[in-house]
Structures are given as C-alpha cells and as structure tokens.
C-alpha cells in the first residue's frame, strides 16, 4: 500500500525568497504524483501533477516539482515566494491497479510567507 | 463548467443528532470521492464511488456513517448520531477521464465544516 511523508508540517520564508516543500511517498507499483494548495476556508486545488514524461513539471502560481523515482521524491520548489502564497500544501498520490483511482494525500505543510 | 458543489458550507448540531451533507459532482465525472479532514492535517478518504458503486469504503465507520449516490451523479454522507469527535471538514471531491484513463487528478468542492456541541 502507498504512503506519502512531508516531513516539514509548516515553513516560515521571508518574501521574494526561494521555498522547497518535500514529499516522499512509498509504493510497490507505478504513481502518479500530484501537489494541492489549499488556501483558508476553501477546498483543495491543484498544483502541478506528474503523470510520465520529463521528470521536471511546472504549475501554476511559478511552482514547479520534480519527480525522482530512485528516491521516491516529489519535492515542490518555487524561486520566490509571495505573501499570497501562504497557504497548506499537500502531496498526493495515486497507484496503478485497475485504475488510478485511489489517491492518498500527505499530512501537508503550512507555508508562511513573512513580509 | 460547474466545479464540484456542497452543502451546507457550516453545520453546528449537539452530539447525538444526525447531520447530513451533499454533494455534487463535476458533470460527466463518474468517480466520486468523500474525505474527512481533521485541523492540521491531510485528506483522509472515507469512501469512493464509481457510479453507484462503492468501492472502497474500508474507512467508513458504519456503525454511525453511511453514504449513498443515487443514480451515479450526486451524494449524500449522513452521520447518526453525531460524536464530539465528528467535528471536521468533510470534503468531496470528483475524477473524471482523459484520453480514457482516470489519472487520479481530483476537484475539490469547498467542504462542509462540522462543529459538534
């Protein structure tokens, strides 16, 4: 069964500074990888996704992630940071089976961007 | 398009009363999801439907849970009686197709936050 791990639960970054957000995950099969953002009060969007191809994947907001399958690593990045980037993140995970149903989210991290 | 919708957005209710929240996929989406997410912390799925089939609902307490999705479109979760320990938000969610296979991409309504008293 697959497992996702965010180790940092919250990130404090002054703004305009660079930000990474790490995922691990554990599965037996092939994944797909995704990241939400989660702002106050509100349900969960979508990032950036990686389902195959070029290992680095860019989103929306400047967020990009790369996928590395040797470390079983899915870590967010973005250059610099704005205040409206305060926000939950969240890594997820879907696996193979009969199909790609099954998703699982991390414990999330709480980024805080500091003026 | 329309995005996923729920109601309520805010429930209060004492302990031992029901509750009930709906929801309504994104058109065309035939799986759809029910997680409960407690302060601080990820998703946890509850149930998934394909259609209206439920097939996975292993972390659905049924003794006091129980979901249903009439007709393959929308849902209701119902919680009988409700326990302090039901306070949460409780988040459907809808997957569709690309290219005919499910991705495991999810939309997301707003959620339905649950205080129990």
């Known amino acids: 069964a697959q497992s996702v791990t965010q180790l940092d639960s919250q990130v404090p970054v002054f703004e305009e500074a660079p930000v990474e957000l790490r995922c691990n995950y554990s599965?037996?099969?092939?994944?797909?990888l995704f990241w939400y953002v989660q702002y106050p009060n509100q349900g969960l969007q979508l990032l950036l996704k990686?389902?195959?191809?070029?290992?680095l994947v860019k989103g929306i907001n400047g967020f990009e992630a790369e996928f590395n399958k040797s470390q079983t690593s899915f870590h967010l990045r973005k250059p610099s940071v704005h205040i409206s980037d305060t926000a939950e993140y969240f890594c997820?995970?879907?696996?193979?089976?009969?199909?790609?149903?099954?998703?699982?989210f991390g414990p999330g991290t709480s980024l805080s961007v500091i003026p | 398009e329309a995005g996923v919708v729920q109601s309520p957005r805010y429930k209060i209710i004492e302990k031992k009363q029901p509750v009930a929240f709906w929801c309504n996929p994104i058109?065309?989406?035939?799986?759809l999801y029910w997680y409960l997410q407690n302060l601080g912390q990820g998703p946890e799925l509850l149930i998934r439907?394909?259609?209206?089939?439920?097939?996975?609902d292993s972390q659905l307490p049924k003794d006091r849970f129980s979901a249903e999705r009439l007709k393959g479109v929308d849902s209701t979760l119902k919680i009988q009686p409700a326990e302090l320990g039901d306070s949460a938000v409780y988040l459907c969610?809808?997957?569709?197709?690309?290219?005919?296979?499910?991705?495991?991409?999810?939309?997301f309504g707003e959620g339905s936050r649950l205080t129990v008293l």
């Open positions: 969610a809808s997957s569709g197709t690309s290219g005919g296979a499910n991705t495991g991409e999810l939309f």
């Open positions: 599965s037996s099969v092939s994944v797909y």
């Open positions: 990686y389902l195959s191809g070029s290992t």
């Open positions: 997820a995970v879907s696996e193979s089976g009969t199909s790609y149903d099954k998703v699982i």
């Open positions: 058109s065309g989406h035939n799986t």
């Open positions: 439907y394909e259609n209206e089939e439920a097939v996975d």
